[in-house]
């Protein structure tokens, strides 16, 4: 007799090898799911040579990265050799104006140039004011008077001295008013200069007693013409010079110092044969290349920095469905490339600096200084970028790992560090910088100070200690001894340990080869080759060059193998 239940017993027992059978295709599709994503990883974390096996693509990056270190070095050594021509220019007119207009002047003199009596004084303002009017046949530069209109701008003499004052200083009495006067003298330059030997300051009386301080203004120009044999437009120079005499110590000694501000002009006029002014062209059109290869390098490596971030964030939710775990912040700083932030930076830089350097070439502009500085900046980013294509290469790449790993260690370590360092420039500044040439300022003190760790200048730091204060000359070869023995031979030591002690660890890690982190270790367990073809993705080409530019679904797409 047949079974009532077999049916319903039959339905159950195909109900439940269906639910098995389901559960199976969701494990294999899940599992495929996490395969897939390895794979997108992997290939995300690849080098160019490698990704260029797994899909076929061409390394632009890297291809962009060698054209543009070579031409940014071409163009920072051309800025430099010319930029090296108007520093020199600057240095070598303001030697000469003191060697011009300030009397028995030696080029060892700059730091002890004084005078002691009011009669010495009154004969070296006498004779600048002379060779100021005597300048167009003594002086074997280009320099020439500056015109307002149609006369020439005057050299200025000011006295700047209190108001009012009685100083006794035998009855140890003195009366002062602080507020300041200045009373100033005009002497303008004439057609023809003048055949005497002095000029005539008897108008001009200085009030010693009270006197702070005597200024001499004056303007003058010239053109740098040694431009034009390197194919560039001259320049014209306005030199305002200002000669100080300074009394504001009322020591017995005046300092007497030269110094100039220098204006950077378009010459207004201007006539060159000889030479090609095409050149100019040329090198404003190296200039528009080199911003056309950063802008390219910047929105690569800016695409590169998105593709990063938006993987990151698609890495951490698949993180979070498939395992249920929260990814680590170190993890997820995996995706952010620091070297393409760097090159970013670098492009940017460079780009400004080039655009600058137009400017400059054209005269728009004479900023020399803050173009120097950008190309510079760039350059030197542009080959610490280098390292990155070298750090593909194992036995590079352990040098690249262990400052990454040790730069945490190092700044806590320094910070800790700065606390000392900072604590003996202020107590040497304070104690021995009224004895010490190198201690005069915090920034000397610093320099000092650095110097010594690193061992150089150690013994003239000690002899030239002046002798007048035994207690604090005693006192000085305490501090400088035991600074000397514990930046040397504790911190220096502890920095060095520091560092080998991460490079120690590294090298063991790559020899053991553990991985260094969750996602290293979950990318590993993908075992397929770059040139297996499970990286391919059907229909799509990248023989362009910005044809990354059009691919918006890029994170999307799905590896299979």
Known sequence: MDDPDAPYLAFNDLNSNGSSMWSDILAQQEQREVESFRRKLKYFFMN????????????????????????ITIQLMSFGLSNQMVVTFKEENLMAFKHLFLKDYTDHSSNSYAVYTQAEVYTHLSYIVDRFLKLR????????????????????????????????????????????EEECLEIYPVQLPTTTEGA????????????????????LKAINLQTVQHHE??????????????????????????????DINECRDWKVTGASPKNIYYTVLFDVVIILTCLASLVLCTRSLSTGVQLQFEYR?????????????SDRMEFINGWYILIVISDILTITGSVLKIAIQLKALTSYD?????????????????????????????????LRA??????????????????????????????????????????????????????????????????????????????????????????ITLITDTYETIKQQQSDGEPVSELQAFISECKDHPSSGCYRVE???????????????????????
Not at 381 to 395: A, E, P, Q, S, T
Not at 540 to 553: D, G, H, W, Y
Request: charged content about 20%; hydrophobic content about 40%.
């Open 406 to 495: 040790a730069f945490p260690n190092v700044i806590r370590f320094c910070c800790c560090a700065a606390m000392i360092y900072l604590g003996y420039c202020f107590c040497g500044w304070i104690v021995l910088g009224p004895y010490h040439e190198k201690f005069r300022s915090l920034n000397t003190v610093t320099e000092c100070l650095f110097s010594l760790i690193n061992g150089d200048d150690m013994f003239a730091t000690f002899k030239n200690m002046q002798q007048k204060s035994y207690l604090v000359w005693l006192f000085s070869r305490v501090y400088l001894y035991t600074f000397v023995s514990l930046f040397i031979y504790m911190v220096l030591s502890l920095f």
């Open 48 to 71: 160019p040579c490698e990704k260029y096996r797994a899909r076929g693509r061409k390394p632009w990056k890297l291809m962009l990265q060698i054209i543009k270190i070579a031409v």
């Open 233 to 262: 437009l001259p320049d014209c120079y306005d030199f305002s010079i200002t000669i100080r005499f300074d009394n504001r110590a009322h020591s017995g000694q005046i300092k007497v110092d030269l110094d100039n501000d220098v």
């Open 317 to 329: 939710a698949f993180f979070l469905k498939h395992f249920r775990k929260l990814v680590s912040w």
């Open 370 to 402: 803050i173009c120097s500085i950008l190309l510079g900046t760039g350059t030197m980013l542009v080959w610490i970028g280098v390292l990155r294509y070298m750090g593909y290469f194992k036995k590079y790449n352990i040098l690249i790992i262990t």
């Open 539 to 561: 229909g799509r080409s990248s023989t362009c060059l910005f044809c990354c530019v059009r691919r918006p679904n890029d994170l999307q797409e799905r590896l299979e193998c």
């Open 137 to 180: 046949n003594i002086t074997v530069g280009n320099h020439a008077y500056e015109k307002d209109g149609r006369y020439f701008t005057p050299l200025l003499m000011c006295q700047q001295f209190y108001h009012n004052g009685s100083i006794l200083p035998g009855n140890e009495t003195f009366e002062i008013d602080a507020q300041v």
């Open 200 to 219: 005539d300051l008897s108008n001009f009386t200085l009030q010693f007693k009270r006197l702070l301080e005597v200024n001499v203004y004056f303007t």
